[in-house]
Structure formats: structure tokens, C-alpha cells
């Protein structure tokens, strides 16, 4: 079965430094790892995807996360984090393997960027 | 194309009435999705629809949830006699047939069951 880890309910950062935030999953075979981005009173945004290949994929905002298969890890970077990314960040999964393209969201991390 | 669209925004129901909600995907989008949110958890799937057909169901969808894609356009969801545990989010997202894709949410509809 596939689930998804996000060990940290809350990140604090300061604006202007690094972000990172945490993913860790488990899924048969090769997974799709996907990030998603949830800002108040707004749905759900795609931020970036791994599938394949390089193992640090950019996407949206200036957002990166990097893959480490042997840690089964996705974790969300950001090299200077902005006030304006305080929002709720979700990692999710899907396996590869399957035609089912049914997707596993993590239980969510608040970012706080503090001016 | 405007994304996908949920209609209502919010919905406030009595315990033990049905409710429907709609979902227009984006129109291109072969795939169409259904996840209900709660008050800090992450999107649970309930099922999935390729064209009109239903291929999965999460075992969260009790007899009571039934959802439909009839013409492989829109989609609704109805929850016959509603319970307060069904209070939720309830999210409806599209993507493309590739697998690798990553989904487009809608806004959600917000359900109070009183």
C-alpha cells in the first residue's frame, strides 16, 4: 500500500533563509512524488513532480525537492524563503506500476515565514 | 477554460438529509477525482473516473456516497443521509490520462452536517 510521511506538522523559517520541508513515502515500485501547495480559502495547486531522472526537480516559486531513493525520500526546498510562502504544503505519491493513477497526500505542513 | 469548477462552495445540511455536489473538470481532462479534506489532514481519495467510468473506490465510500460521471463530462457526488462525521471538504480534481501528471483541484465544497 502507498502512504506518505510528513514528520513535521510546522516549519518555521525566516524570511530570506532556506526552507526545507520534509517527505518520506512508501510505495511498490517506482513512485511519482508530487508536491502540492494549499494557501487559505484556496484549492490545492501543483508546485512539482518527480518521475523519472534527475533526482532534483524545480518547479513553481522558486521551488525545488530533491529525490533519494535508498532514504524513500521527497523533501521540499526553497535556497530563500519569502513571506509569502506561508501556506500548507502537501508531499504526495502514486506508484508507477498501477493504472490506477489514484494519488496518497501526506497529512500536511505548515510553513511559517516570519518577516 | 476557467479550471475546475465545484458547485456549491458550501453546503449546510440537517443530519439525515441527502446532499449532491458537482463537479465541472477541466474539459480536456479524461480523468476526474474526488478526495474529502478534513481540519488538518490531507486529501482522502474516494474514487476515480476515467471518462464516465468509475474504476476505483476507496473503501471510505460507505453505501451512502454515490458518485457519477454520466456522459464523461461533469461529475456529482451524493451522500444520502448524511451523518456528522461527513462533515468535510470535499475536493474534486482532473488530470490527463498520462500517469506522471499531477492534478487540478477545484475550490472544494465545504459541508456542515448539523
Known amino acids: 500500500a502507498q502512504s506518505v510521511a510528513q514528520p513535521e506538522d510546522q516549519v518555521n523559517v525566516a524570511e530570506g533563509n532556506p526552507l526545507t520541508v520534509k517527505c518520506t513515502y512508501s510505495?511498490?515500485?517506482?513512485?511519482?512524488l508530487f508536491w502540492y501547495v494549499q494557501y487559505p480559502n484556496r484549492g490545492l495547486q501543483f508546485l512539482l513532480k518527480y518521475i523519472t531522472g534527475d533526482n532534483l526537480v524545480k518547479g513553481s516559486y522558486g521551488f525545488e525537492a530533491e529525490f533519494n531513493k535508498s532514504q524513500t525520500s521527497f523533501h521540499l526546498k526553497k535556497p530563500s524563503a519569502l513571506v509569502s510562502d506561508s501556506a500548507l504544503y502537501f508531499c504526495a505519491v502514486r506508484a508507477s506500476n498501477t493504472g490506477g493513477f489514484k494519488t496518497i497526500f501526506g497529512a500536511g505542513t505548515r510553513l511559517f515565514v516570519k518577516a | 477554460d476557467t479550471g475546475v469548477s465545484q458547485d456549491p462552495r458550501h453546503k449546510i445540511t440537517k443530519r439525515g438529509q441527502n446532499v449532491t455536489f458537482r463537479c465541472d473538470p477541466i474539459s480536456e481532462h479524461n480523468r476526474l477525482y474526488w478526495y474529502r479534506q478534513t481540519l488538518g489532514q490531507g486529501p482522502e481519495f474516494l474514487t476515480y473516473?476515467?471518462?464516465?467510468?468509475?474504476?476505483?473506490k476507496s473503501r471510505l465510500l460507505s453505501d451512502r456516497f454515490s458518485a457519477e460521471r454520466p456522459k464523461g463530462s461533469f461529475s456529482t457526488l451524493e451522500i444520502q443521509r448524511t451523518e456528522q462525521g461527513d462533515s468535510a471538504m470535499y475536493l474534486c480534481?482532473?488530470?490527463?490520462?498520462?500517469?506522471?501528471?499531477?492534478?487540478?483541484f477545484g475550490s472544494g465544497t465545504r459541508l456542515t452536517v448539523v
Open positions: 473516473f476515467q471518462n464516465e467510468a468509475q474504476l476505483e
Open positions: 510505495v511498490s515500485g517506482n513512485p511519482y
Open positions: 480534481a482532473s488530470s490527463l490520462d498520462q500517469g506522471w501528471e499531477g492534478y487540478t
